[in-house]
């Protein structure tokens, strides 16, 4: 059987002005020069949907009066719905700021279904927006189901938004009011006139006669709803590629509060790779400041990942502890997020025992968490050069950049034994009784190791390596210069 999710987002046309995460302000939002909605601070002053703008502002002069903004709304949409894509392939948009969801195939997948409706609703409340869920076996009962508001009645209205089976849905459904279904509401005095209040009123009359003075569309939209007649959506499509902009309703002076807005990025683009079957291992969050004479360029932070991932509270995690390092040079109006490098999402291992140490990407995650924290450039791997000289082919790279492996492995595993620890730059040794002196005379235990090379960059390196003994018995990677008659002693690494 079927299962669907139905979301309304009754405050969308004021959340997409204020979030739900902004600060809370006194703010209206207008239609044809009427309130439309308000904040709740403007409610308590006295503001009521449906009031004149001279009324507003007599009654709370410090309000704020927008204008509705479709473009942005439907954009809101669209946003919500790219992030509801990791949850199902199969999302639809629905009249009057819903959406429908059929989450058949993805109960088992995140734990049950009251697991996936709080994670659903933690999700459009991250993103700033309130919603009603309802869940029920076809897509218009869901929507019918989400889209009442409880009120004082007699009857009162069910409290349950959620049905699993076909006949408590209908139960549900009969005691809803028929006001809101669409289709019927055009016809609202005529039957309200022949006694008719809920959907169970309108199911009981004749549907010739009903269909004759009304519509079909009144007997299809109840049909769709009770599960008599199939459905049919258009799906949201995600795009090729991922670059999402939010304006900000205030100035961000700190780079810390960037990460609430930012969370709605991050959201959208976890949907995104999870519909597109991706992992983001490069990622660019700008910050952009003032625009017009005074323009400032935008920041960008760059986010780099030593394995590619998916999952918000990892990205989340890495933007928080990068966001804790940044000082702002100017106030925050807009943030724009693009993933710049993305690699194929890699499936769940099919080990039957758990690998040793924690999972396989643990320590790629650590090591991004670190670098994130202490910055790339105190945080390095190993990178092994193809160089004779050992000054550079023992180098090294951030510890989340791509492994540089130029060396051949199997000229490393033949070279003569070396010291993990080199010196940054060979330390000249004293010469007493032909002996090189470091300490106390060192004695020669093994060797010569010669290398000839980069001649043809113009620093040419003759050396003979040596491993040599103090009389403390701790050993030392020394080497012989060989310049002409002279010859010179360096210390170049020690052993452990």
């Known amino acids: 059987m079927a299962i669907w999710i139905g979301i309304h987002l009754p405050l969308l046309a004021l959340e997409t002005l204020r979030p739900r995460w902004a600060k809370p302000c006194m703010l209206a939002v207008m239609e044809h020069d009427q309130v439309l909605t308000m904040t709740a601070g403007a409610a308590a002053a006295g503001v009521r949907p449906g009031m004149r703008r001279g009324g507003a502002l007599a009654l709370a002069p410090e309000t704020l009066l927008c204008e509705r903004e479709t473009t942005r709304e439907q954009g809101a949409r669209d946003d919500i719905a790219l992030t509801l894509l990791q949850y199902t392939p199969e999302v639809a948009h629905a009249e009057e700021d819903a959406l429908l969801l059929d989450v058949s195939a993805s109960l088992s997948a995140f734990g049950g279904r009251l697991a996936l ?45 959620r049905s699993l089976r076909i006949a408590g849905m209908q139960r549900r459904l009969d ?11 055009p016809y609202q ?12 009123d309108i199911r009981k009359l004749p549907r010739a006669g009903l269909q004759r003075r009304s519509d079909k569309h009144v007997l299809e939209s109840l049909d769709r709803a009770y599960g008599v007649a199939p459905e049919m959506f258009e799906w949201v499509q995600a795009p090729l590629s991922f670059s999402a902009w939010l304006e900000l309703p205030d100035r961000i002076e700190h780079a810390e509060a960037v990460l609430f807005a930012a969370r709605r990025l991050i959201l959208q683009m976890t949907g995104w790779l999870v519909a597109q079957q991706l992992a983001v291992s490069c990622f660019t969050l700008s910050l952009e400041h003032e625009r017009g004479r005074q323009a400032i360029a935008p920041t ?31 106030p ?13 999402m890699l499936p769940p291992t099919a080990s039957l025992f758990p690998e040793p140490g924690g999972a396989p990407g643990a320590y790629a995650r650590l090591l991004e968490l670190l670098s994130a924290r202490l910055g790339s450039e105190n945080v390095l791997q190993p990178a092994a050069y193809a160089d004779h000289r050992p000054e550079i082919a023992n180098a090294w790279q951030a510890a989340t950049g791509q492994v540089r492996r130029t060396a051949d492995d199997a000229v490393r595993s033949i070279q003569p034994q070396r010291p993990f620890w080199l010196l940054k730059a060979p330390l000249a040794l004293t010469i007493r009784n032909h002996r090189p002196f470091y300490g106390s005379p060192l004695r020669l235990r093994a060797g010569p190791e010669r290398i000839e090379c980069s001649w043809w960059d113009g620093v040419a390196a003759v050396r003979d390596y040596f491993i040599a003994e103090g009389e403390d018995a701790a050993c030392y990677w020394i080497y012989r210069e060989r310049s002409g008659a002279e010859i010179h002693w360096f210390l170049h690494g020690l052993f452990a």
């Open 175 to 185: 005691a809803l009011p028929f006001m809101i279904l669409p289709a019927a509401r």
């Open 332 to 344: 925050v109006i807009a943030l724009r997020l693009q993933a710049t490098r993305v690699a194929p």
């Open 300 to 330: 960008p932070l760059e986010i780099s990942l030593a394995e590619a991932a998916w999952h918000e509270e990892h990205l989340l995690r890495l933007l928080k502890e990068r966001l804790g390092r940044l000082q702002l040079d100017a």
């Open 189 to 200: 005095e005529w039957l309200a006139g022949i006694g008719c209040q809920t959907l169970a």
């Open 117 to 161: 409706c709080r994670r659903i609703r933690d999700s459009i409340q991250a993103l700033g927006f309130t919603l009603q869920l309802s869940m029920a076996p076809t897509a218009q009962g869901a929507w019918l189901l989400a889209r009442y508001r409880r009120q004082h009645r007699t009857p009162p209205l069910p409290r349950q938004r």
